[in-house]
């Protein structure tokens, strides 16, 4: 989605610097930034931030990772291992933090209370627009060429796009 949201813009005329995790192309997308980790993404987006009008955060990297990386291969002999899990830095509050003046949307992928969850996540990050996904929604989510959502304002205001 995050590349569709760029190849259009750059269609429309913006100069659009497109920071992804996919190897996609990215026709009329001025500068094209490849990343792995969810720190590599917060790096090259917040090293952006200042000179951008605006700012659509698609999707994260990933909301968690492991807290501890083994350095060697676990083995099966040795059990289940346990995995603690820490939080990836919040790349869309980072940028409401240093917000001045660029429109800031964000999205919501969500599996129940679509538009409970998706206003909460809104208020909490201070951004614009919020861009609710039901993911679970047929047609809809990851990995298709249609969406369904639901659009929410920061003046309170919705739409429905389906």
Same mark, same amino acid.
């Given at each position: 989605m995050g590349h569709a949201l760029a190849v259009e813009a750059a269609g429309r005329g913006a100069r659009v610097s497109l920071v992804t995790t996919a190897d996609r192309p990215a026709p009329g997308v001025a500068e094209v930034v490849r990343v792995e980790t969810a720190e590599e993404m917060a790096g090259a987006v917040l090293a952006r931030f200042d000179e951008l009008d605006a700012v659509i955060m698609a999707a994260a990297v990933a909301? *968690? +990772?492991? %807290?501890?990386?083994?350095?060697?291969?676990?083995?099966?002999?040795? @059990?289940?291992? $346990?995995?603690?899990? $820490? =939080?990836?830095?919040?790349?869309?509050?980072?940028?409401a933090e240093r917000? +001045? @003046?660029?429109?800031?949307?964000? *999205? /919501? /992928? $969500?599996?129940?209370?679509? +538009?409970?969850?998706?206003? /909460? %996540?809104?208020? /909490? %990050?201070?951004?614009?627009l919020m861009v609710a996904n039901d993911v679970t929604a047929p047609g809809a989510g *990851?990995?298709?060429?249609?969406?369904?959502?639901?659009?929410?304002? !920061?003046?309170?205001? !919705? +739409? !429905?796009? =389906?």
């Amino acid at each position: 989605m995050g590349h569709a949201l760029a190849v259009e813009a750059a269609g429309r005329g913006a100069r659009v610097s497109l920071v992804t995790t996919a190897d996609r192309p990215a026709p009329g997308v001025a500068e094209v930034v490849r990343v792995e980790t969810a720190e590599e993404m917060a790096g090259a987006v917040l090293a952006r931030f200042d000179e951008l009008d605006a700012v659509i955060m698609a999707a994260a990297v990933a909301d *968690f +990772r492991p %807290k501890a990386v083994a350095d060697q291969k676990l083995k099966k002999g040795d @059990g289940v291992p $346990e995995i603690v899990l $820490e =939080p990836t830095i919040d790349i869309l509050g980072s940028l409401a933090e240093r917000k +001045r @003046g660029q429109l800031l949307v964000g *999205f /919501a /992928a $969500e599996t129940n209370r679509l +538009r409970e969850h998706a206003a /909460a %996540k809104m208020a /909490a %990050k201070r951004v614009d627009l919020m861009v609710a996904n039901d993911v679970t929604a047929p047609g809809a989510g *990851f990995e298709v060429d249609t969406n369904r959502a639901i659009l929410l304002d !920061s003046a309170g205001g !919705s +739409r !429905s796009c =389906p």
